[in-house]
Structures are given as C-alpha cells and as structure tokens.
C-alpha cells in the first residue's frame, strides 16, 4: 500500500510571502491531519478533517493559515504571508478513520528568509 | 488540555543493551491513549507501540515494551537489545478517545528524547 505523499519535500521562501503544501492521503483513509513541527519540538497539531469536513482547527492561525481538502481526498495547507516563526516541518498524517492509528508523511521542510 | 512531558533531551546507550525512556503526561480524562513514535532524520513518524488507558497489561512488541502507571501518569518506553537503527527521535503522545473528544483525536506530543547507540 502507498504511504501518504507529501511535496514538495522542501521550500524556501522569503517572510511575507505565500507557499502551498500538498499532501495525498493513504487511498482510502477518511481522517486527514495537518501538524506543525519546529526545530526541537515535537509536532503539534494544526488541523484535522473528517473526509472534507473540519473537525478540529482550534490551533490553526486563521489569520495567515488556511487549509482545505476538496472532494475528502487530497489536501492543500497554506501560509499567506509567512512570518519566521512559521519556519518548520509540515507533517500531514492520515487514518482510515477516526480512532484508528495515523500514518505519516515525511514532511515539508519550509525556511523562512 | 493536557500536556506531555518528555524529561530526557538525550539518551546513550551501548549496542546490545537496555534503555528506558521516560514520558508523563497530564489529563481530566479517563478514557485515551498513548503512543510512542520514531522519528529517523528521514522525517517519517513511525509507530512504535500503543496503550490503551482502560488496559491495565502493559503493552509489548517485539523488543520495545511500555511501563504504564495510570494513576501516577507515567508511560516509559524500554527498548531491549538496542541497535543502530534504533538511534533516532523518539516522541511519546497522547490521544483523546473518540468518544470523549468529540471525533476530534489529533495527537499531542512531548519534546522528544534523542536516542544515541554506541557500536
């Protein structure tokens, strides 16, 4: 069985502009998640989809972050505009469904200059 | 909201040998879990192992194995036999169960203990 896809595997950008992550779910798997992980942390959620519906988005940064999954497969998280702090690893995990154990992607490494 | 606490930055162990890792946590609820994951410096987290809060027997695979103090709030993680490709990150969390979290079940972890074998 495929992992969950992430890209692109890094990006660099300047503070101030915009960038897009992309992530492919296990086929199948209706929970998607998105997490944040900075440098000597361990992740923390950013955002979680029940199919295309959210179900939990209370730490996502609505002002600068926003996050979809059109037709309950494919994800797209976004930054407009970046700050430095955003500098991180992007996780996005997927499960078949709620409860059930989450696999993970390799991630987004995102540097902020 | 509940927190995890990994006190360990760093962990050497000799090849061949046993390690424990220490992780507590803190929470209102009766009902979750916990899990240990790797993470190699490819990224990738990977389940390690997982405990359910209502089971008392500790939980075992292969030559990872948990201590798990419900009423003091402990999860340790013992590696058996440690090897160089054990030698990574490794992150314990936490998860609400489904039923008390409202469907919402994302994980929350601690810092992280950096695991070091040496040949």
């Known amino acids: 069985e495929a992992g969950v896809a992430q890209s692109p595997r890094y990006k660099i950008i300047e503070k101030r502009q915009s960038v897009a992550f992309w992530c492919n779910p296990i086929?199948?798997?209706?929970?998607l998640y998105w997490y944040q992980q900075i440098l000597g942390q361990g992740p923390k959620l950013l955002i979680q989809?029940?199919?295309?519906?959210?179900?939990?988005d209370s730490q996502l940064p609505k002002d600068r972050f926003s996050a979809e999954r059109l037709k309950g497969v494919d994800s797209t998280l976004k930054i407009q505009p970046a700050k430095l702090e955003d500098s991180a690893v992007y996780l996005c995990a997927s499960s078949s469904r709620i409860n059930q154990p989450q696999h993970f992607g390799d991630g987004t490494r995102l540097s902020i200059l | 909201a509940q927190t995890v606490t990994q006190s360990q930055p760093e962990m050497s162990v000799q090849e061949a040998e046993t390690v424990t890792l220490s992780c507590t946590y803190d929470?209102?609820?009766?009902?979750?879990?916990l899990f240990w994951y790797k993470q190699p410096p490819s990224r990738q987290m990977i389940l390690v192992i997982r405990q359910e809060a209502y089971k008392q027997q500790n939980a075992t695979e292969n030559r990872f194995s948990v201590n798990f103090q419900k009423a003091a709030k402990s999860f340790s993680l013992k590696i058996s036999d440690s090897q160089l490709g054990d030698a990574a990150m490794y992150f314990c969390?936490?998860?609400?169960?489904?039923?008390?979290?409202?469907?919402?079940?994302?994980?929350?972890f601690g810092k992280g203990t950096h695991l070091i074998i040496q040949p």
């Open positions: 929470t209102s609820e009766s009902d979750y879990y």
């Open positions: 969390a936490y998860r609400s169960s489904s039923y008390s979290g409202g469907g919402a079940d994302g994980l929350t």
């Open positions: 989809f029940q199919n295309n519906g959210v179900v939990d």
């Open positions: 086929s199948g798997h209706a929970t």
